[in-house]
């Protein structure tokens, strides 16, 4: 089922395969500079602020990616010195997820690439049901080829297969991400546009251009259950997600919303207690959040952020 979802999202994408390097295999794609400066400190030693501002900026667009990731693909080579047994375990001990839900394998024949055939191993773990610890796996990814765990450069793959999505952190140089429509990148390009990687600037800029600042992309949407609250102070929500605590502020909600809408600045989103669920969308970007509650539960949390000042239109533009 993993395999079957990831190939089709491939295959929107005009992949054959999912394989470095995705941004040049494909046409619509942002490529970041991750790493800045000298990985290495006295010569030799791994510089640990190399490594932390390179996680910084990675970590800080894939919280800012359009979607949340279902699947994530990890690739790998066994072979005599590296068992998959041993790979995996290590995998596991790092992400916090248990073995993955699918493998499949395949003989590479010998090619100019190889002295003689090779295992390819390609291991699927779907996002929705396990929570991996992502900024842990992304500092190893970045640490892999100065010193780490070798086996996370260049092969793993974070996968949205609704919006047809690609999340590539392939080592401490760089980050692609790309996509089946170049609306869907398109804040990212502007937001960070100072991360892109100079070399291909020129590519990335033609990709989107015409293009203008999209402050919320109303295809689609963030959705959650009051299950999923852990706390409401004055600023916001936070909330647990599968990127881990999420943040929902009122105040950006409400600039957003007036920014679109027009209003008081004062609507944090919008209430439909027309179905079975009553829900609150919030004007987050680039998706909306949409929080699920059981029928007259939602009148608590109204009343609760209305004591702070926000409160939520029944004008259904969503």
Same mark, same amino acid.
């Given at each position: 089922?993993?395999?079957?979802?990831?190939?089709?999202?491939?295959?929107?994408?005009?992949?054959?395969?999912?394989?470095?390097?995705?941004?040049?295999?494909?046409?619509?794609?942002?490529?970041?500079?991750?790493?800045?400066?000298?990985? *290495?400190?006295? &010569?030799?030693?791994?510089?640990? #602020? @190399?490594? +932390?501002?390179?996680?910084?900026?990675?970590?800080?667009?894939? /919280?800012?990616?359009?979607?949340?990731?279902?699947?994530?693909?990890?690739?790998?080579?066994?072979?005599?010195?590296?068992?998959?047994?041993?790979?995996?375990?290590?995998?596991?001990?790092?992400?916090?997820?248990?073995?993955?839900?699918?493998?499949?394998?395949?003989?590479?024949?010998?090619?100019?690439?190889?002295?003689?055939?090779?295992?390819?191993?390609?291991?699927?773990?779907?996002?929705?049901?396990?929570?991996?610890?992502?900024?842990?796996?992304?500092?190893?990814?970045?640490?892999?080829?100065?010193?780490?765990?070798?086996?996370?450069?260049?092969?793993?793959?974070?996968?949205?297969?609704?919006?047809?999505?690609?999340?590539?952190?392939?080592?401490?140089?760089?980050?692609?991400?790309?996509?089946?429509?170049?609306?869907?990148?398109?804040?990212? *390009?502007?937001? &960070?546009?100072?991360?892109?990687? #100079? @070399?291909? +600037?020129?590519?990335?800029?033609?990709?989107?251009?015409?293009? /203008?600042?999209?402050?919320?992309?109303?295809?689609?949407?963030?959705?959650?259950?009051?299950?999923?609250?852990?706390?409401?102070?004055?600023?916001?929500?936070?909330?647990?997600?599968?990127?881990?605590?999420?943040?929902?502020?009122?105040?950006?909600?409400?600039?957003?919303?007036?920014?679109?809408?027009?209003?008081?600045?004062?609507?944090?989103?919008?209430?439909?207690?027309?179905?079975?669920?009553?829900?609150?969308?919030?004007?987050?970007?680039?998706?909306?959040?949409?929080?699920?509650?059981?029928?007259?539960?939602?009148?608590?949390?109204?009343?609760?952020?209305?004591?702070?000042?926000?409160?939520?239109?029944?004008?259904?533009?969503?």
């Amino acid at each position: 089922m993993l395999k079957e979802k990831v190939t089709v999202t491939a295959n929107r994408l005009g992949l054959n395969k999912i394989e470095p390097p995705i941004f040049y295999n494909f046409t619509i794609g942002i490529r970041f500079e991750i790493g800045v400066g000298s990985p *290495y400190c006295f &010569f030799t030693m791994l510089s640990k #602020e @190399y490594v +932390r501002a390179a996680l910084q900026r990675a970590y800080t667009v894939y /919280q800012n990616a359009p979607s949340i990731f279902d699947t994530l693909l990890w690739v790998i080579y066994p072979d005599r010195e590296k068992s998959e047994k041993k790979l995996l375990k290590n995998f596991c001990r790092i992400t916090g997820l248990p073995l993955p839900q699918e493998r499949h394998s395949v003989t590479l024949p010998q090619d100019d690439s190889r002295d003689e055939p090779e295992e390819e191993v390609r291991c699927y773990w779907d996002l929705q049901t396990h929570t991996a610890k992502i900024e842990k796996l992304f500092e190893e990814i970045i640490k892999s080829d100065i010193g780490g765990f070798c086996e996370f450069t260049s092969s793993i793959f974070l996968l949205n297969t609704n919006l047809n999505v690609i999340f590539h952190l392939y080592d401490d140089r760089g980050l692609d991400i790309v996509a089946e429509s170049r609306n869907t990148l398109t804040q990212l *390009y502007f937001k &960070f546009g100072d991360w892109i990687l #100079e @070399y291909d +600037r020129e590519r990335i800029d033609i990709t989107f251009e015409g293009c /203008q600042p999209q402050l919320i992309d109303f295809s689609d949407y963030i959705n959650i259950t009051d299950s999923s609250i852990v706390a409401i102070t004055e600023k916001g929500i936070s909330y647990k997600s599968l990127k881990g605590t999420t943040f929902i502020s009122f105040s950006k909600c409400a600039a957003n919303y007036q920014t679109l809408h027009g209003g008081n600045g004062k609507y944090a989103g919008e209430i439909d207690k027309t179905s079975s669920n009553h829900s609150l969308a919030f004007y987050t970007a680039p998706l909306t959040t949409h929080i699920l509650f059981m029928k007259n539960e939602i009148d608590e949390m109204v009343n609760m952020i209305a004591q702070l000042g926000y409160s939520f239109s029944e004008e259904k533009y969503i």
